[in-house]
């Protein structure tokens, strides 16, 4: 079964920025989820194989998800770090297009593969 490698996460002062890194390509949707201690997995965007892009509103301004196919690589470029950024990113993906529709795409069952996530601490 192919795996999901994140990569890119670490701490950062409140404003700062990271670019998170995830080995993925060829699937019909892939996302990046986020998890804070004590809270349920969230969806922050998601990218489908045609470059339709989802992204969750409390984020949708401070980051931004692309996909370099010949590389290989799913990214989540994230600015204006906040220290309730602070969470586990993970990466999933699902070879299903449909899974990257607007109403769903943040439906973390509904994604086949995941990775086992890289940390991000944001510090005040």
């Known amino acids: 079964q192919a795996e999901l490698v994140e990569s890119g996460g670490g701490s950062v002062q409140a404003g700062g920025s990271l670019t998170l890194s995830c080995t993925a390509s060829?699937?019909?949707?892939m996302a990046w989820f986020l998890q804070a201690p004590g809270k349920e997995r969230e969806g922050v965007a998601g990218i489908s194989g045609w470059g339709v892009t989802r992204y969750a509103d409390s984020m949708k301004d401070r980051v931004t998800v692309s996909k370099d196919g010949p590389k290989n690589t799913l990214s989540l470029r994230m600015g204006s770090l906040k220290p309730e950024d602070t969470a586990m990113y993970y990466c999933?993906?699902?070879?299903?297009?449909?899974?990257?529709?607007?109403?769903?795409?943040?439906?973390?069952?509904?994604?086949?593969?995941w990775g086992q996530g890289t940390q991000v601490t944001v510090s005040s």
């Open positions: 999933a993906a699902d070879h299903r297009l449909s899974v990257c529709d607007v109403a769903s795409w943040d439906r973390e069952s509904d994604y086949s593969l």
């Open positions: 060829g699937y019909g949707c």
